[in-house]
């Protein structure tokens, strides 16, 4: 298309300099009196589209239409041999040369995650309750449950220090319950696989509260480089990605989703703008009624994170996150659950930079056997995905407007070692 571009305008500057030296003869000249009323507008540069058959190139080791009938035990627990050296990618990740998330050897989930069922946590036993602002350092103890009515917001400077075994829960009446961090304050919740913390409710339901929200300092590629949280409408934004807002490790959160009204979400845990100083490790959303893990933009990274059923989407990025990630799990029974990943730069600006880019591995992705979508691909985002399994959905893997295809095509993004149940669905076409 650029030699046909070219060809076009060497056409239209020929056109033009016969029309300057016809006027030239005239000293007075006139507007021509027939202008052409539809002139024919430049072509658009076109995008290349991305295929099944670039997907399962033999560079990529992709595989589609697998079986995974013997894959899998107790729902996700289960890899196949043969995946990219991610060390070799970014020391960042750990040697796993293999797909998927949970390999038979070393089930890192033992202890702290719940897969089924609902805990008997109440505000009987409560030792204090969570409310209001906290502008000073505070530690919730070993062991303790403590009650959380309302809002509770840690304010600019305040760490909120959170240790092994402690259960928030949230109070069951009108009040919108949430955990908000805002910018230069810190969470140090660290807890422990055989004592993890957890974060829920009373009431036990999908949206019984409002989750978990950090908000930080590094970057969104929204206008004017900030926005506002969903919940709570604390800044977020910024330009220092190596930002610390603390620490979550060993952490549950049950029963999340509170929706304000269908503009306003909560999820599991939302990170707005968090950055990559922010260690984020062993986290597990369960039981939620909006997405598990969301990023608004920011460069956090997260590994070891678990997502069983949330009804939205299990993860969910945007606005330019570029963190990375390893050993993420999405595990899905309900019926209304959506995608496992969903994956944006953004909707309102698929060019927006810095567009979102993270590069991810060692995912099990296993959906509802729904007719929906796995990880969809879309608004502009660019993705480094290895050494994924991708099953129970119609649509494993689906690919979305010009940007994130071409990215595909021109290697900027890369699919490797991936594994689908089915074929990939590409929708970049005309958008």
């Known amino acids: 298309m650029r030699m046909s571009n070219l060809k076009f305008m ?13 006027c030239s003869d005239d000293d007075d000249p006139t507007p021509n009196p027939n202008p052409n009323p539809n002139p024919e507008p430049e072509p658009e540069p076109s995008t290349e589209i991305y295929s099944s058959a670039l997907f399962t190139a033999e560079a990529n080791h992709n595989t589609i239409n697998f079986d995974f009938s013997g894959t899998f035990t107790n729902g996700f627990f289960g890899t196949i041999d043969g995946g990219a050296d991610m060390p070799a990618v970014d020391n960042f990740f750990e040697a796993a040369a293999y797909q998927g998330a ?23 036993n409560a030792v204090e309750t969570l409310e209001g602002e906290l502008t000073e350092n505070k530690t919730l103890a070993a062991n303790q449950t403590y009650a ?24 069951d009446d009108e009040v919108t319950d949430f955990i908000l961090v ?42 004017g480089g900030s926005g506002m949280s969903e919940i709570g409408n604390a800044p977020y934004g910024g330009s220092d990605d190596a930002d610390n807002s603390g620490t979550l490790r060993y952490v549950r959160i049950e029963n999340s989703g509170y929706a ?8 599991g845990i939302s990170f707005y703008g968090v950055g990559n100083g922010t260690t984020v490790e062993y986290v597990q959303a369960y039981n939620g009624s909006d997405d598990g893990f969301e990023f608004f933009g920011g460069s956090v990274d997260i590994k070891h994170a678990v997502v069983i059923n949330c009804t939205d989407d299990s993860f969910d990025w945007t606005e330019g996150w570029n963190g990375r990630a390893q050993f993420l ?16 730069n953004n909707g309102n600006d698929f060019a927006a930079t810095p567009v979102a880019h993270p590069t991810i591995a060692n995912v099990t992705l296993v959906g509802n056997n729904g ?43 890369v699919l490797n070692y991936i594994t689908l149940a089915g074929d990939i669905t590409c929708e970049g076409a005309g958008e």
């Open 148 to 171: 959380l009515s309302g809002e509770y917001i840690v304010a600019e400077g305040a760490t909120l220090t959170i240790e092994e075994g402690v259960k928030i829960v949230a109070i």
């Open 182 to 223: 805002r910018q230069g304050a810190k969470i140090e919740a660290v807890g422990t696989a055989e004592n993890p913390i957890v974060m829920t409710s009373e009431r036990k339901e999908l949206g019984a509260w409002g989750g978990l929200h950090i908000c930080g300092r590094a970057h969104t590629n929204t206008e």
């Open 102 to 124: 949970v390999s038979a050897d070393n089930d890192w989930t033992a202890g702290w995650i719940r897969t089924e069922g609902n805990g008997d946590e109440s505000i009987d």
């Open 371 to 413: 007719d929906g979508q796995g990880v969809r691909l879309r608004a502009g985002t660019q993705v480094e995905l290895y050494n994924a399994l991708i099953s129970g959905k119609d649509m494993c893997l689906t690919t979305e407007t010009a940007e994130t295809e071409q990215a595909l095509v021109d290697g900027t993004s």
């Open 260 to 267: 304000l009204d269908p503009e306003h979400e909560a999820n």
């Open 10 to 22: 060497t056409m239209a500057a020929i056109a033009a300099m016969t029309v300057f030296t016809a």
């Open 329 to 344: 799990v999405a595990y899905q029974t309900l019926s209304e659950c959506d995608c496992l990943m969903e994956c944006d």
